[in-house]
């Protein structure tokens, strides 16, 4: 079983800036594709970033939605099994519950979710 706790959400200005976190429990957190999804208000939840596990040396790779290409930033601490999102230049339209999930046979099948967490940009 793995745990997600999502952190780091709040209330922000249109061009700020905002880190996300997920804190995984487990063992094999190292061996996961991890991703942040978004899920605005009367909409369906989103993919926003992946990351895979290490790919030979401290290779990883990364996949971003187009609408937060160049603005978000995904990466993982290992050694703290943690996910990172660093969300920069924010905009309203990235008013959204966030989730991290984990997906362990490297499938797409993202079986762990977090709780979420709120991130509002007022314009």
């Known amino acids: 079983q793995v745990q997600l706790v999502e952190s780091g959400g709040g209330l922000v200005q249109a061009g700020d800036s905002l880190r996300l976190s997920c804190a995984a429990s487990?063992?094999?957190?190292?061996?996961?594709?991890m991703a942040w999804f978004r899920q605005a208000p009367g909409k369906e939840r989103d993919y926003v970033a992946s990351?895979?596990?290490?790919?030979?040396?401290?290779?990883?790779?990364?996949d971003y939605a187009d609408s937060v290409k160049g603005r978000f930033i995904i990466s993982r601490d290992n050694a703290k099994n943690t996910l990172y999102l660093q969300m920069n230049s924010l905009k309203p339209e990235d008013t959204a519950v966030y989730y991290c999930?984990?997906?362990?046979?490297?499938?797409?099948?993202?079986?762990?979710w977090g709780q979420g967490t709120q991130v509002t940009v007022s314009s």
């Open positions: 999930a984990a997906d362990p046979q490297l499938d797409d099948d993202y079986y762990y």
């Open positions: 487990g063992r094999t957190f190292d061996n996961y594709r």
């Open positions: 990351i895979t596990p290490r790919r030979g040396g401290s290779t990883y790779y990364l």
